[in-house]
């Protein structure tokens, strides 16, 4: 088994997976695999036998392309961490013919979770068929990759996070005024269903629109000092891109700071 109590310096996120994938060697520096996502980094290579390493490569990454992982989400749909969040979705969806609203899936952490991740509203990825049906950083699109591979960075575990969005229902579009208010109301709602969490990380301007909306319609949940409000840019592609290199250096480096700053307040 791979003994990581050496391996000073690296997140928690690399010392807290080492049993889950079996005899490995920490050399140089390269690719790291945490809690399912890859990703280039500085600090370490995990070198499996070539076979091995190149079976992990394929399944590592957006693991919900993956079936078996993707059934294993739904058979755990309604386990005892989800399952008042996935009831609240049962039931909003459809309402007042809004349409679909994707699970979360138990991949995260539920109500256990003790970060809110707030991004604008479902993608394409999370509808049943076309996508997984779920709300997950393993998703099969490039945002959900970004987002778990600085999450990784960062050293948050997924299982610490419960995803969210501003707009819980499927529009793929920006939501408008009317829909920001109904938005505002599910995430009072959510945010009853979650005794243990510290950290709210707002990810672009929807998500923290929305936040401003509910303080001031739900001053009682929002208190000052109840939660740890980070916010930073959209992790989506359109939201960091810039013509200007060092703008879009900087975007970045807001975005992972502000991982890091949840990371510091979870430690």
């Known amino acids: ?27 140089g520096c390269e690719l790291e695999v945490v809690q399912g996502c890859r990703r280039r980094c500085q600090w370490a290579r995990l070198l499996w036998p070539a076979k091995t390493l190149s ?27 989800i399952r008042a969040v996935n009831e609240m979705v049962d039931e909003l969806r459809d309402q007042d013919d809004r349409g679909w609203m994707p699970y979360v899936a138990p991949w ?32 099969d699109d490039a945002t959900a990759e970004r987002q778990c591979n600085g999450f990784a ?16 229902w499927y529009i793929n579009r920006a939501p408008d005024a009317e829909e920001r208010r109904a938005g505002v109301t599910v995430l009072a709602r959510l945010l009853g269903l979650l005794p243990r969490l510290d950290v709210v990380l707002l990810q672009g301007g929807d998500a923290q629109d929305g936040w401003r909306r509910l303080e001031r319609t ?11 409000i980070v916010s930073t840019y959209h992790p989506g592609r359109q939201a960091l ?27």
């Open 1 to 27: 088994m791979l003994r990581l109590s050496h391996l000073f310096g690296l997140p928690p996120a690399l010392r807290r997976f080492g049993s889950h994938f079996g005899e490995a060697a920490v050399h």
């Open 55 to 81: 079976s992990l490569e394929g399944d590592v990454v957006r693991r919900m392309a993956d079936e078996a992982f993707r059934t294993e989400q739904e058979k755990d749909l309604y386990a005892p961490h």
């Open 108 to 139: 995260h952490g539920g109500v256990e979770a003790r970060v809110l991740s707030i991004l604008r509203d479902p993608g394409p990825k999370t509808q049943n068929g076309a996508g997984s049906g779920f709300l997950c950083a393993e998703n």
């Open 153 to 168: 960075e960062a050293g948050i575990d997924p299982r610490d996070t419960i995803p969210w969005n501003a707009y819980p």
């Open 218 to 228: 739900h001053p009682e949940l929002v208190r000052q000092g109840r939660y740890e």
């Open 241 to 267: 891109w810039s013509p200007d290199p060092a703008v879009r250096a900087a975007r970045e480096r807001h975005r992972l700071d502000a991982y890091l700053r949840v990371a510091q307040v979870l430690q």
